[in-house]
């Protein structure tokens, strides 16, 4: 059996109603995740106290395995958008009792040799003890039973081991280890957004943080076959369909694949800009926004290249076209958090001549005519993904 508690931050702060529907996409998003570990639905079982989920795997050797255990918390902390942070805790009563054997327990099994130590506890509810009477108690134990077989000491500012208790009513989680989340709102709380993938790194994570504002993100690929003039951008945008479909909490995964090639040998490598694929690519998105309702798309940019590209359109004022996102715009590479370190990627930036070109002085940008008829040519399918 494995407990997992999770915290959220931002969702906390809406209206009671709004909190319960969050808390339950929340909750159905986490469930959908682990199920594609081979995880039963029957297996899970979640509560819910006051500002915290927990939930409980019926989990047991051989099928509980440290590799599975290493999966179920990547899950939560790098693959659900809405929680801020878990711990894996051991669960009793709240009798003081009860806390101090299995806190003793924790400490005993944890602590190093010459290590020093802190007790953190919180309280939520009526109880015949203070937060500041369990720390101290249990501090003075853990130190009586311990010090002489591990030279331990007590430090309050600066511990290298803190052991939390979190006592929440008739019950109390005893964990030593904070994992961070990726934070945002729970997916399906705020639409659907297109996410365009050509194989950069920089759309990937675009999508990926448009995503973590509580979106579904319908990829929209533009793919490059192996050509004379191009290589191929096919196993990097595998790689990125794959991340989504892990990341995705969609009973169905699916994408629109667009032939690129032919597109880029009309425009030509030598007019091709930045600005010039960024607006192909939201016109043929524009015509495919018919076949379903989407509140935005979200395109990748790095700071170097948003400084030479003015793409039309970013200032076009027809209403019927859809709004566009640069998730990236305004944060520095190293500020980004993000599970995409290990995706591959090609195209864009200083692998594209686009990029390069984007630079130079007297390349115009392509008439709005020539643009619709490149448009008109493309290529597009619905395609549906192998995970459905």
Do not use: W
């Not at 009671?16 to 339950?24: A, D, G």
Request: include cysteine; aromatic fraction near 8%; charge should be neutral.
């Amino acid at each position: 059996m494995i407990d997992i508690l999770v915290r959220y931050s931002e969702l906390g702060l809406k209206s009671r109603p709004v909190r319960r529907y969050m808390e339950q996409l929340l909750r159905r998003n986490i469930i959908r995740n682990l199920t594609k570990l081979g995880i039963a639905d029957s297996q899970i079982s979640c509560k819910k106290p006051q500002g915290r989920l927990i939930f409980s795997l019926a989990l047991e050797k051989p099928q509980l395995t440290e590799e599975l255990v290493n999966s179920i918390l990547f899950v939560f902390s790098h693959l659900v958008a809405g929680i801020s942070s878990i711990s894996l805790i051991k669960k009793t009563s709240s009798h003081f009792s009860d806390i101090k054997s299995l806190a003793l327990e924790q400490a005993a099994t944890n602590l190093s040799p010459g290590s020093s130590f802190a007790v953190r506890a919180r309280r939520v509810g009526s109880h015949s003890y203070t937060s500041r009477d369990v720390e101290r108690e249990l501090g003075a134990e853990i130190l009586d039973l311990l010090q002489e077989k591990l030279a331990i000491s007590v430090d309050l500012e600066n511990p290298d081991y803190t052991l939390f208790i979190e006592i929440r009513d008739n019950r109390a989680y005893i964990f030593d280890q904070k994992i961070s989340g990726i934070g945002g709102l729970p997916q399906g709380t705020q639409g659907k957004i297109f996410s365009v993938l050509r194989g950069s790194l920089a759309d990937v994570i675009a999508g990926f943080l448009i995503c973590k504002r509580g979106t579904f993100t319908t990829p929209v690929v533009f793919s490059l076959a192996q050509s004379d003039i191009y290589k191929n951008n096919i196993d990097a945008i595998d790689e990125h369909l794959a991340f989504f479909e892990k990341f995705q909490p969609k009973k169905k995964h699916y994408y629109y694949q667009v032939d690129f090639l032919p597109i880029i040998e009309t425009v030509g490598l030598e007019q091709l800009t930045c600005s010039i694929c960024d607006e192909i690519c939201l016109e043929i998105i524009n015509r495919i926004r018919d076949e379903e309702e989407i509140a935005g798309v979200s395109l990748g940019n790095a700071e170097k290249t948003l400084l030479y590209r003015i793409p039309k359109s970013s200032m076009i004022k027809d209403d019927s076209f859809i709004p566009i996102y640069y998730p990236l715009i305004a944060i520095a590479p190293d500020d980004i958090k993000h599970p995409c370190h290990n995706l591959s990627h090609r195209f864009c930036l200083e692998s594209c001549p686009g990029y390069t070109n984007q630079k130079k002085e007297g390349i115009k940008p392509l008439p709005n005519e020539t643009i619709q008829e490149i448009v008109a040519k493309a290529d597009y399918r619905l395609i549906t993904s192998r995970l459905s």
